[in-house]
Each structure stands twice: as structure tokens, then as C-alpha cells.
């Protein structure tokens, strides 16, 4: 099933029920007072997160959702019922924009969260609340408020321990497959990751945390050239980066430097993450070339208050273990492990 990350939704609220005009009608009572009832207000609409989905697909086949509408008051001062208020549940990680105004009105986050979108309109008043002293007998009564409606841009963010994040065919979905159960696609050509995937990585010692292998990165990508803006906004709810760079690459440092710009371009605190950096596919280059480019990498990595550079082969699983061990104090640093 694809991915769906954003979704485009209108949502209503109920009507409120209308006030009724009834009178007493009673043996011996041949001039009975007002006695219709209230309508009973429109349902409202929440947005909850929910932790059991991880995708907007099903906003793809439904777009309007409604509140149901409060019952009109009846006689003998009976108010209408309520309409039943509307529980729209997202995966945890949504935000919920206004189309509008394009205006954030919320992010749902922690399981549970509930928020109020849109409020159901009043009931009517019943010709029993309008009786003075002066009109014992009323015939006025008022409709219930009406229902409001909203058009909503919902987007969906990953939520993950670590932000895998590299250049196209860096090699994240092979290591992403390699430490987790994670299972997507691989091929030898750029931009095979069209979606960002989770894998949930065991770094020892009943320790697990969640990797995401966010889409390549291409110089330009704060932009939105490439596929850039489309997954950057993966990257926000991240705790710790890992830069994946193919140890191939001509010039790794330059290349470390523009996946970095491109984050403090897009902003939102990514520059600011802890990290690591690991160069990938160790087993196609001469031996002799490495520490040339450690060297380098590593005068970059400290420049920038990185963690360390990692050296491996997310191929054959040479250096993998070191990595756990490196990622595992990573993710302790930014949730520190309950003893």
C-alpha cells in the first residue's frame, strides 16, 4: 500500500435542533401556558490521534465528514436530543492546517490526543423560554444555529527515534533492511525510496529504537527540487540524524555539507540534532583510501559537534555492530534509559 502523507478533508458540524411552540392542552385548563422545549445542540468535531494507524490512505476514498444534527424540541418542555459528536481518528504525527487561512491549528502527537475542531451549533429556543408577565402565551421560538464548516490540509510526519538521511542510493533502505525488519525496496539507481520507512532498530540490552530511511536528499531539496520538501518535513519529529554517505563518493565532505546546508535551510531545529556519520559501502574501496577519508570526515564530524564517523558495509554487515553500539549511545543521550 503506498504511502499517503498528506489529505485533503472538509468537516461539519451538526445543526442545532429548533425551539418549539406548544401550548398545555389540559381537561380544565382552557388557556394553557408555553410548554415547547429547546432543540438539542448539533454534534462537534474532534480530531484524535491514534496510534494504531500510520497512514491518511483512507482520507483518500472519504473527504467530508459530518457531525449529526440536534433534534427539535417538542411539547410539555421536552428539549431535543443532542446530536452525536464526530471522533475523526489520525496517526499519531498529523498536522491539521487550515485551507483557509493555511494556518496550523494543531499537530496530534501522543496517542489519545483529542482537540476540538469544530464547535455544533446551538438549539433553538422553545416558546417556553420567551414567557413574561406581559405575553404569558408566546408563539415565538427560535431555529437552532447552524452546523460550521471547515476544509482541512492534514499532513502527516514521521515519528522516529533517529533520521536516516543521505544522498539518492547512499545505501539507507540496504542498511535499513539490514538492522531492522524493515523491508523496502532496493535497486542500484537514485530515488528508489519514494516513501519514507520505519524500522525499529534492538540496540542491545532490551534497548530499541525507531529508524526512519527518509527519501534522498539532492543539493537544492529546501527548495523543493527533487523530492525534497515532500520528505524533509519527515526529518522534523526526529531526535538524532544518522548521515549515511557512500564512501565512494568523490568528495564526501562536500557532499556531507550540502545535505546540512539543506537542512539549516528547511530549519525547524534539524541543524541542532545530534548525529552521527557513517560511510557506507566499505567493501568497494582500495583499504589504502580509507583513513585519507576519515581523516577528512572526521575534521568535519568534530567541526560540527557530531558524535563520531562509523565505517561500514551495509551489504556484507561489516561494522554494523560498532553502529548499534554508536546509535544506542546516540538515542540515550536524546531519552535517556530508565535503569
Known amino acids: 500500500m503506498k504511502f499517503i502523507d498528506v489529505a485533503d478533508i472538509s468537516v461539519e458540524s451538526g445543526t442545532g ?60 418542555n421536552k428539549s431535543g436530543s443532542a446530536g452525536d459528536d ?50 404569558q402565551t408566546p408563539d415565538k421560538a427560535t431555529p437552532g444555529k447552524l452546523g460550521v464548516s471547515i476544509k482541512l490540509k492534514m499532513e502527516l510526519k514521521l515519528i522516529a527515534d533517529i533520521g536516516l538521511i543521505g544522498m539518492p542510493n547512499a545505501g539507507k533502505s540496504t542498511l535499513l533492511a539490514h538492522i ?38 539532492i543539493e537544492g531539496a529546501s527548495q523543493g527540487k527533487g523530492l525534497g520538501l515532500e520528505f524533509l518535513k519527515h526529518v522534523e519529529r526526529t531526535r538524532a540524524l544518522v548521515y549515511l554517505i557512500d564512501v ?23 541543524p541542532e540534532l545530534p548525529f552521527v556519520v557513517v ?20 575534521e568535519w564530524t568534530e567541526h560540527r559537534n557530531g558524535t563520531g564517523v562509523h565505517v561500514i558495509s551495509a551489504v556484507t554487515g561489516q561494522g554494523i555492530d560498532k553502529l548499534r553500539y554508536a546509535m544506542k549511545d546516540l538515542y540515550q543521550k536524546v531519552i535517556p534509559v530508565e535503569e
Do not use: H
Request: neutral net charge.
Open 279 to 298: 560511510l557506507n559501502k566499505i567493501d568497494l574501496v582500495y583499504v589504502e583510501l580509507i583513513d585519507d577519508i576519515l581523516e577528512e570526515i572526521t
Open 86 to 135: 464526530l471522533e475523526i481518528f489520525v496517526p499519531c504525527g498529523t498536522s491539521i492546517i487550515n485551507r483557509k487561512t493555511d494556518k496550523l491549528i494543531c499537530d496530534l502527537v501522543d496517542p489519545g490526543q483529542k482537540v476540538l475542531i469544530v464547535q455544533g451549533g446551538k438549539g433553538g429556543k422553545g416558546n417556553y423560554e420567551f414567557r413574561n408577565a406581559r405575553n
Open 248 to 270: 565512494n563518493d568523490p568528495a564526501p565532505a562536500a557532499t556531507l555539507s550540502v545535505l546540512r546546508q539543506e537542512l539549516e535551510a528547511y530549519g525547524n531545529r534539524l
Open 180 to 217: 531492522t525488519s524493515a523491508k523496502p525496496k532496493i535497486a542500484d539507481y537514485p530515488f528508489t525510496t519514494l516513501v519514507p520507512n520505519l524500522g525499529i532498530v534492538d540496540l542491545g540490552d532490551f534497548v530499541s529504537c525507531t529508524l526512519a530511511d527518509i527519501p534522498g536528499l
Open 17 to 76: 435542533g429548533d425551539g418549539c411552540v406548544a401550548y398545555r392542552r389540559e381537561k380544565g385548563v382552557p388557556r394553557g401556558g408555553p410548554n415547547g422545549g429547546n432543540g438539542g445542540a448539533g454534534g462537534s468535531v474532534y480530531l484524535v490521534a491514534s496510534s494504531t494507524s500510520s497512514t491518511l490512505q483512507d482520507f483518500r476514498y472519504k473527504r467530508k465528514y459530518s457531525a449529526q444534527n440536534g433534534s427539535q424540541g417538542e411539547g410539555w
